[in-house]
Every structure is written in C-alpha cells, then in structure tokens.
C-alpha cells in the first residue's frame, strides 16, 4: 500500500496559506497514551490514542454552509464568523511511516465508538482487524444533542449553536413525541436537548392516546386526554400533579402499556444541527491536509495520509448519506474529504438538519428521513412531485463523490425503506447505480448480523413472533471492507453489487403469495408486517430533497403510503438474492428479515429492527407429526461429515468471489466442527 503522500503534494500543503486551509483554529490534545496495553498489530506496530477538542468557525455566507438550516440564526464571533467545538479520538501506528496512509473514519453512533462493531474499533481491538491493516481510526462528535464532553470517555459529543432570532428573542415551533408500551405514571421525553418546552401549560399542548394504528398511520380508538388529566412533571415520587419536569409527563391515571400516546407541544431554543456535518467535513479535512492549526499546533497526521475512507453503521451510515446528500464532501478549500463510503445496514437518511428535529430516531411514524432520496444517482420522485435529485447530486456537480460501498441487511428493507432506494417510488423497475457505488444484500439477517456459531436452537414458544435470528453479517462486511479499501487504495473494482432486483425476480411485493412464503405451522406471516414510506406534508419550509428545513405541520399529514418490496424466499422461507453467510448456505432454519409486534397499538407490524429465525425439524417424522413443509435436517445433511464437506465447498466459493477472508473462512469451518462436535446435531 502507499505509505507517504507524492512529494509535489506535500510541498503544495506546506505552501497553503493557513487561512486556505480546513475551518478547525485550534487542536486541544487532552491525553496522548498508548493504545491496547502496548499491543503491537501486523507490521504496523504499536499504537497510540490520542483525544482532544476542536474548536471550528465557519463561513455562514459560504455556499458550502448555507445549506445548514438556521445558519442566520446562529450567533456569530468579531469576524461574523460561527463557532463549534468538538470531541475527537484519534487511534494511530506510533510510527506513522508504518502505516498504510488511510485514515478509517469512524462515524460515531449516538456519540458511541462501537458504531462499526464488524471491524472491531474502539475501546477493544477485538482481534485487531482494522488495525492489522495499519490504518488509523478517528473519531468526533457530531450529533447537536449529545454534549461535548470532559471525562475522558470515549463518548463523543459536540457543542453548537442555538437559534435566536436577531434581536435575542426565543425560536419556538411544535413538535412531536410518541411513546408505547408505558408503565408506571411518568413518562420521559426522548431528545429533549434542542427541544425544551416553551411552556409547561398542558392547556398549550394536546396529548392522544390511541388503541391502534396501521402501517400506513391510520388511527382507531383515539381519545382526547384532558390538559386537567396530565402534567409536565415527575410522579415517581411525588402523586400527581408531581414535581414539575420539562423533561417529562406525568398521567393522573397513569399509563396503559396497551396504548400508543401521541404529544404536541411547543419547543424552543433548537439547536443548529447541521452544523454537526460542517464539523465532520472541517475535522478530517484538518487530519488529511492542514499542516498545523491557528496557534501553531501541528496536526499528528499531516503528510502522512493520502486516503481517508469513511463508515457508518445504522444511524451513523444514514447520517454519511445525508452528509453526501447536503454536498459536505466538499471541504471549504472545494477538495475532497472522504475517498471512500460505506453505508452500513443504513435505509434511510434523518433528522440531521431539521429545525427542532430528534437525530436519534428511527423509522417511526412521522419521523423525518426518507423524504429526500434513498437512490444514489438523480431520479425524479413524480409519486411524490419532487424534482430530479439523487444522493450524489451535489458531489457529482464539485466532483467530490467518494467510491462507495452500501451494505444492507433484513430490517433496512423491511423497516428503513431500504428498498426504495432500488426502485424509487414507482416500484416498477430497478434504478441503475451510478459507477462509484456497489451495493451488497445480507439476505435473512437481523439489523447489524447476529451472533453466528452452528447451533440448532430452539423455535419461539409464542406463535406471535419468531426466535432470534442468529444469522451473521460480520465475515461478509470485512471482506466488502478489504475490497472496499483496495478500490480507494489500489483502483481495484470490488466484487459487482448483489442484492434482491425486480429484473430477475428476487424482490417482489410484500405478502405471504408474492413471496412465496411457505406455511409453516406455529409462525407468523409476513402479511402487513413492512414499514411503509409515507409521503408527508411537512409544510412549505421543508426542503423534501435535502431533508432539511423546518417542520411547520405537526403532526403532519400523510398524503402518499408506498409500499417497499422485499426478497422473494425459497421454499424454506429463506431470502433469495444477495450474499449469503456461510450459515444461511448450510442452513440450520429458517432466517427471516422480519418479525412483528406482538401486541398493544401496533401489533402486527414491523417490530423495528428485529429479524426472526424458526430451526428446521431434526428428524422427517418429527416434520412429518409437525405438519412443517421444510425438510428436516435428517433429510438435508445424513451425517456431519456431509455437512462439513458441503460447508467447505460453499467456504471456497465465498473466497473465491471476495465475499470471505481465507483467514475468516479457516475460523468459521474450525468453529463448525467444534460446535458440532459438542452438540452431537446430526446424531439420531
């Protein structure tokens, strides 16, 4: 791999004038110690960890800033300039001559560095995959609600600006909150930094309850709660009306797991969220290419990376496509921030740029973050009258779009609007991909893989819902990784995009007929089970293809329900299209994308991100008493010799086509025969 940057390079970056360079002023380094006990990895060696606070001013009349929603509101410095400050961690081979001159990128999770769990970072090295590779891995805070911290944890908050109007006077709008399954008479509000009440008056909000509500959002049983009835407090120890509390509500009669609860109320003080993205761009623009910050203090990695190569997962992969999406990629020098993308397991995009939005949530109802594209080239939205944009529209137009790899697993179809994505809003036919993306399908996997190994298991004792779904993603992404990396590195295409395509018949609507869903005794149905994209009216301030902007209809009318499709399965119920885990290749069971809700308000639906797994049958009689349509594993593997000579064959087919690490691929068959050794599986 290359080691140094060319020559030419660096005596351009020692020649920059510092005021051309990344928007960071100033690097406090707080502890600088050796990493993991010392350990040394590869022929990078050691490692150390370095953490600190950057401090950043940004250019509100920038055309690179003033995407950021309520920028003009943010109060500014002397220079008329914005300030944030942000937590980063760096983790770096001591000698950086050693390294292979890509800096991992690590998009935090909710502030937390265990947000590329399949690579092993953080905190634990695990068995030191990434580092083996001689990269150095960085992190920093970005999400306005989580706080920049002082401790030393590796919690990573950020520090931005609150919106005020020009005279000092406060910024207040509605939004919305929605909770279920309650026990108890207090409830917390959830992402309450940003979004304080404005006023403690129940008289001032409405608060719903309701007995059920459809996919599509449709209420029934919905009753009024009187404001005399509920309070802006805390009644765990106080009955009610309780201690006043903006930070929670409190129900005289207090609350009924059955139900759904829905509250308006008026906010103030929003935080200026995008700014979180502008940071990001500014803090791996100062690691790649500044020389030093405003005080002199150098950057430890200047010189010595050619490559950075960014990843998040779940939340964080959703906040890299909107950092894509809002032309972040493009540092305020017009260069290139991140070479390389990989979208992990993320369907949708979020509430990273809203007035008064919540950047945690999820795929919920009214939740903000699949109004803008979910495809990566431009597409025109007629369903839901937005004009041509993709993902990529404004890095395409600076000509800073990275090489991208998206890697989706069950639940980012059934739940995150995945699918939508591959076929836009029509469902009529699969949208191309633009030449830098690849984008891969772990079929039958919970949302982020499952724990592995070759147990049989047991089946979910409730008829309603399915067991834990052990299938893995985790050998799978750090092959896509490796590949990933040599793109970025070497210009080495990485394997062609598999995944579930309307073309040849692997991705079709969802219900049990269409995909041939097979009848299986004591398991639920996928029948209205998928997580709809609504089409909402926002109001005339929300900017649908950024997703951005301020949400002025709350909560907001759905004037469109587009129905996702979903993988096809076989005649075992297992997920066709995509790459397959060498456990779902030598299945022990039926491994589904989905399971529903149980009970209360939204029973029957997608229960978030969760994923099912139903064992196959030891024996044909026991099938056969059972009524299970599936084979039996007496009828699939006679013995486990049989078993393991298949496993090896499909091992070496998955190296052969990149989607297995020859060292992932020794473990897993190693780990195969000692499990199966210990279980005695096939043994009648």
Known sequence: MTKHLPVFTVLLALTLPAFLEARITQITITSRVAAFNNQSFGTAGQFEKIKGIASGELDPKDRRNAVITDIQFAPKNSKGLVEYRTNFTLVKPVDMSKSAGVLFYNIVNRGNHQGVSTLHVGGDPGDGFLYKLGEAVLWSGWQGDIQLTSDGSDREGIEVPTARNADGSLITGPVWERFSGVIGSTQSLTGVIGRVPASLETRKASLISVASETPAGEKFGVVTILPTDWAFADCRTTAFPGIPDATRICLREGFNKDLLYELVYTAKDPLILGVGMAATRDLVSFFRYAAKDDDGRANPLFGTIPHVIAMGESQSGRFGKAFLNLGFNEDENGKIVWDGFNARIAGMQGGFNIRFARPGEMAELYAPGADGPLWWDDYTDRLRGHVEWGILHRCKASRTCPKITETYGGPEYWYSHGTVGITGTSALSDLPLPDNVRRYYHPGTPHGGGRGGFALGTASQDPRIFATNPNPEKETDRALYVALVDWVVHNIPPP??????????????????????????????PDGVVNPVLDYDYGSEFRYNDDS???????????????????????????????????????????????????????????????????????????????????????????????????????????????LLPEDAVRLLNQMVTELEASKLFEQ
Do not use: C
Not at 506 to 522: F, K
Not at 558 to 564: C, F, L, Q, S, Y
């Open 496 to 525: 062609p995009s598999v995944y579930p395509q309307i073309a040849n018949g692997t991705l079709v609507q969802a219900n049990s007929a269409a995909m041939g869903w097979p009848n299986i005794p004591h398991a639920p149905k």
């Open 549 to 659: 902007g301020i949400i002025t209809n709350v909560p907001p009318p759905i004037k469109n329900v587009v129905a996702p499709l979903v993988p096809k399965v076989d005649a075992d119920g297992n997920e066709t299209g995509g790459i397959a885990s060498l456990l779902m290749r030598m299945p022990l069971g039926t491994y589904t994308s989905w399971n529903p809700i149980p009970s209360g308000a939204l029973k029957g639906r997608q229960n978030s991100l969760q994923a099912g797994y139903i064992p196959f049958a030891k024996t044909k009689s026991e099938r056969t008493i059972n009524g299970d349509p599936r084979l039996s594993l007496e009828e699939r593997y006679p013995d486990a010799a049989t078993y393991y000579g298949k496993a090896v064959r499909q091992a070496n087919d998955l190296v052969q086509h990149r989607f």
